[in-house]
């Protein structure tokens, strides 16, 4: 599995078809709402590719000078279970310390909350909140 640090528009495009694939079809996200504010120039984004194909991808942003938030964390259905989501986000995760930021926030779907608590996000706030059409909490780690 190769990991693209992406940063320009190509390498996000490979992002984004994970994206389209994975939340668009799947969950009939309208692509309005799946791409928003954070997503372009500034936003950096982790995709995992097998054999040159686009499968896995994470994007983060900075939020303080201090502080990003890991969202749209994705894998392609036929690559579930596989690992695939734990690895972007240690992938994000190095980048992220690389940059010398000390936080990450996330806000987690709540069918995934354990996802993140075993990689060491804990519950900020345990307040459900509508994010699209999932239910979500905020979580965080810090470095």
Same mark, same amino acid.
């Given at each position: ?16 078809? &994970? ?12 692509? %309005? $709402?799946?791409?928003? /504010?954070?997503?372009? @120039? ?45 690895? &972007? ?12 930021? %000390? $936080?990450?926030?996330? /806000?987690?779907?709540? @069918? ?32």
């Amino acid at each position: 599995m190769e990991v693209l640090r992406a940063e320009s528009e190509w390498q996000r495009a490979g992002a984004y078809s &994970v994206r389209i694939q994975g939340m668009n079809r799947q969950h009939h996200i309208s692509l %309005r $709402e799946e791409f928003d /504010e954070h997503d372009g @120039e500034g936003t950096k984004y982790i995709v995992l590719l097998d054999d040159g194909y686009p499968v896995a991808t994470c994007r983060f942003y900075e939020t303080s000078p201090e502080t990003v938030t890991i969202g749209r964390v994705v894998v392609l259905p036929d690559y579930r279970g596989n690992g695939l989501g734990r690895h &972007v986000i240690r992938e994000a995760e190095k980048w992220i310390r690389e940059l010398k930021y %000390r $936080e990450i926030e996330i /806000e987690s779907r709540t @069918e995934a909350i354990r996802f993140y608590e075993k990689l060491g996000y804990r519950i900020v706030d345990d307040t459900i909140v509508k994010s699209g059409v999932f239910a979500c909490v905020r979580m965080n780690k810090m470095l």
